[in-house]
């Protein structure tokens, strides 16, 4: 774990840059927004300590078809699959039928041409990544879409790491780079944005959050009572 001094000096640089800047919200919406899944595989899967393996699985799955329900572009990928990281878990498989999973070699995933130009290809300037492991594998890509003028979101809690050093240094990391942390439900229903609309219901079940499902279930009486 980083020292608290340094944390806490870390975050006062970054909010002091922040500060100094002027950004309008401008929020995600199923129309700008695509989604990126990096390395979601089962030998990295068995490295996670920040999250068990149950909820993690439970929140990447949830993030898929939330996405899937909102009619988000959805680019998956992995590294070295055949030798070293092995596939995508299947849940996540099963959860997005007929999606091209793209395998490369590259450490990060903007560096291989065909998930470029994949990325490139959903038109969308909005990139949500989630990714196995969070200071790696998600948070280079989105560095890299920051670059290159786009707004990167990383969903942390569709992430995960192999300690607790590791979570941190990544996500300061990502701050400093100007990347937009958040956890996946939020970004989910940010794309959302109005309960009234017909994928509701969808997206929460998607969610399969004990709030959530109480949320579907009320928009599903009240769009029975129209």
């Keep these: 774990m980083l020292p608290a001094y340094l944390v806490a000096t870390l ?6 840059r922040m500060a100094a800047q002027t950004r309008i919200y401008d929020p995600l919406t199923s129309q700008n927004a695509a989604l990126i ?4 595989q089962i030998g990295l899967m068995t490295g996670v300590r920040d999250y068990s393996i149950g909820e993690l699985k439970h929140n990447v799955v949830a993030l898929a078809k939330a996405a899937k329900a909102l009619q ?25 039928p ?52 786009l707004d990167a979101y990383v969903a942390v809690d569709a992430s995960g790491t192999f300690n607790e050093t590791k979570r941190q240094a990544g996500l300061l990391r990502m701050l400093q780079a100007g990347v937009i942390v958040s956890d996946y439900s939020t970004l989910m229903v940010e794309i959302l944005k109005d309960n009234g609309r017909p994928e509701a219901a969808a ?20 769009a029975k009572q129209k």
Excluded at 72 to 96: C, H, K, N, Q, Y
Excluded at 209 to 216: E, F, I, N, S, T
Aim: hydrophobic share 50%; with cysteine.
């Design 11 to 16: 975050l006062l640089n970054y909010s002091r």
């Design 37 to 40: 899944l990096v390395d979601h």
């Design 72 to 96: 988000l572009p959805i680019v998956v990928t992995t590294t070295s699959r055949d030798s070293m990281w092995g596939p995508t878990f299947p849940e996540l498989v099963e959860a997005l």
């Design 98 to 149: 007929g999606i091209e999973i793209i395998d490369r070699s590259s450490v990060n995933a903007f560096d291989d041409v065909r998930v470029a130009r994949a990325i490139e290809a959903t038109g969308r300037k909005k990139l949500i990544f989630a990714g196995l492991s969070l200071e790696v594998c998600a948070a280079f890509p989105a560095m890299t879409a920051v670059s290159k003028g």
């Design 203 to 222: 997206v929460y079940g998607a969610m399969d959050m004990d709030w959530g499902k109480l949320v579907g279930q009320l928009v599903q009486v009240y």
